[in-house]
Structure formats: C-alpha cells, structure tokens
C-alpha cells in the first residue's frame, strides 16, 4: 500500500498536518482519494456527481498555499459533500428527475467555508428522492449499498455522505439533519455524525433546488467523519452566523466538556413501550454496555427525565 493510500484511511486532521508537514503534498492525497473513489464505488454507487478536474485543480493551488507558508485547518484535504448542497457548477436534484439539469451557480454558505479552510471538493454524495427517507436511492442517479454490506442500505437522507466515509473514499462529508438523516447512517455505517444545533451553521444553500432563501423548517447541515475530533474541527469550520447577520452577533462554541469515555454518563435504552423492538439491537446495546462501563463510563438503564412514550402516543393517536 502506497504512503498517500495509507494516508487517506486516516483523519481528516492527519491528513491536513502530513500535507502542512510537506510529508505528502494536496495532489497526491486528492489524486489517492479520487483512484480509490473509482476503485471502489462502482458496488456502492456512493459518489454520484464527480468534480475531478476542478478538485485536481483545487489541490494544486493548495500545495502553492502550503509553499508560501499558508496554513488553514483543512488546506488539502479532499472531502465529498451532500447531494442537496449547492456546489457551484455541479447539479443538484434533491434526488428528483425533473431537476436533473439544475445547476447552481454559487456555492452554499457551508461549502464556501470548507473551501475557505482549504478542503478539496471531489463531488457530490447520493440522496433520497427529496431527502425523505433513511436509505439512498432516487431515480437520477440509483442506490447506494452499504459498503459493510452491499445487500443493505447505508441508510438516509445522508446515505451516500455516509456510504462514502465508511468506504474509507474520504476522510470528511458535510450533510443534512431533520429527522435522523446525520444520525441513521453514521450508525448504519458505523460511522461518526453529528446533527448541530439549529442555525449555529447557516443552511443557506442546502434547500431544494431552485428555491432561494426558503429553507426547510427544523433543517440543520453538519459534518461526518471518522472520528469525533474531526467532527468537532469541522464544527470550527462551518459554525457561525450568515453574513448578513454577522453584524450582530459572533459564536463562540465552548470547549468540548469531556475528553474521553470514562466522563460520560450513558444512558442504554433497548426497549420500546409501543413497539417490539428487534433482538438484533437489543443485543448489540448489550454487548456495548459492557464494553463502555469497562472502558469507565458510567451506565444507566432508566431515568427520570425520559418522557413516557405511551402516554405521549396516546395523546397523538388517541
């Protein structure tokens, strides 16, 4: 296995301080992720819109910053992002067939940022038809499988985004949350995903296509990776007011409270009051509880400040 291959299965953040160290330059790495892209995603169908030539391009002018001494938190390190964000000059479908020729022709406000921080845009990641269910699959460009189990679904909206991160293609994926779809498949995939609070990162740019400034209700955009740290560097990257609302007021996230596992307090639900819910899960939550408590982590099984279910879906199916 080459230098750059063995360097792309690592962080995002590894990969920004090899090519900061000159140890490998942004075209090398961009040139391994884009080789291992065409190796590996024809069963998984995960990177469905490619930007090549201009990520090519992008990493050359990265490795001219890092010669004129330029430093930035992401600066050639190649990444994909979600169908759904505008990418100027690339399509954007929200997975439906009649805006197969949608073409933006700005960059949304999170992408304008991630290549302001010097990350290298290789394409665009597979969607649900109108972002609305928890697999991958649209009549514009097919499904996406699970790269741990092609007969399975990476799960959704950010299937692809997932799918992509797992397969070890990239290092860092930006998507989109309402409902589970940063969640489901970081989970599905094994993966780490983190669905932000609302609005601390602008989703101007991620709506449906050719609708400008109408954002979906509840919708929040947020990074995906392979480790928590390059979630929370990410977050650095992306957070912080629009630009017309920067005038009034500035973020400033605190540090992350707890370093390792044996800070947390874990709370381990594996049943439902409404609903079965699979052995499957059940054992795999019994398997990990052990395995947290060992590592420290203090586990729960109940609580008080849970809502009760049944009462609760009375209340809307009554």
Not at 114 to 132: D, F, H, Q, W, Y
Not at 190 to 203: D, M
Not at 299 to 306: E, F, M, N, V
Request: aromatic share 6%; glycine share 10%.
């Amino acid at each position: 296995m080459s230098v750059s291959a063995e360097l792309l299965d690592q962080s995002a953040q590894a990969i920004a301080k090899a090519i900061a160290r000159k140890q490998i330059s942004a075209v090398e790495i961009t040139e391994a992720a884009i080789a291992r892209i065409e190796a590996r995603d024809r069963q998984i169908n995960a990177v469905v819109v490619r930007d090549f030539d201009r990520a090519t391009s992008a990493a050359k002018a990265a490795d001219a910053a890092i010669a004129r001494g330029e430093r930035k938190p992401l600066l050639g390190v190649p990444m994909t992002v979600k169908e759904s964000h505008d990418v100027a000059g690339l399509p954007k479908t929200w997975g439906y067939k009649g805006f197969k020729d949608f073409v933006p022709p700005l960059d949304s406000i999170g992408v304008k940022r991630l290549k302001a921080a010097g990350a290298i845009i290789l394409g665009k990641t597979n969607v649900p038809v109108g972002l609305a269910d928890w697999q991958a699959f649209n009549p514009v460009y097919g499904r996406t499988n699970n790269p741990w189990d092609l007969a399975r679904t990476p799960g959704g909206s950010s299937g692809g985004a997932a799918a992509a991160v797992a397969a070890r293609m990239v290092p860092l994926e930006f998507g989109s949350d309402i409902g589970g779809s940063i969640r489901v498949p970081a989970a599905f995939c094994g993966i780490y995903g983190h669905k932000p609070s609302w609005s601390i990162i602008p989703p101007r740019g991620e709506g449906p296509p050719g609708v400008d400034g109408a954002e979906p209700a509840l919708a929040v955009v947020g990074p995906l990776a392979r480790s928590a740290s390059d979630l929370e560097v990410a977050l650095g990257v992306l957070a912080g007011p629009d630009e017309d609302q920067a005038i009034a007021y500035h973020l400033m996230l605190p540090p992350a409270r707890h370093k390792g596992i044996a800070d947390f307090r874990v709370l381990v639900v594996d049943h439902h009051p409404i609903t079965k819910t699979d052995t499957e899960i059940t054992g795999a939550l019994d398997g990990l509880a052990p395995e947290l408590a060992a590592a420290g982590a203090r586990i729960a099984r109940q609580s008080q400040l849970l809502p009760i279910f049944a009462s609760r879906m009375k209340l809307i199916c009554p």
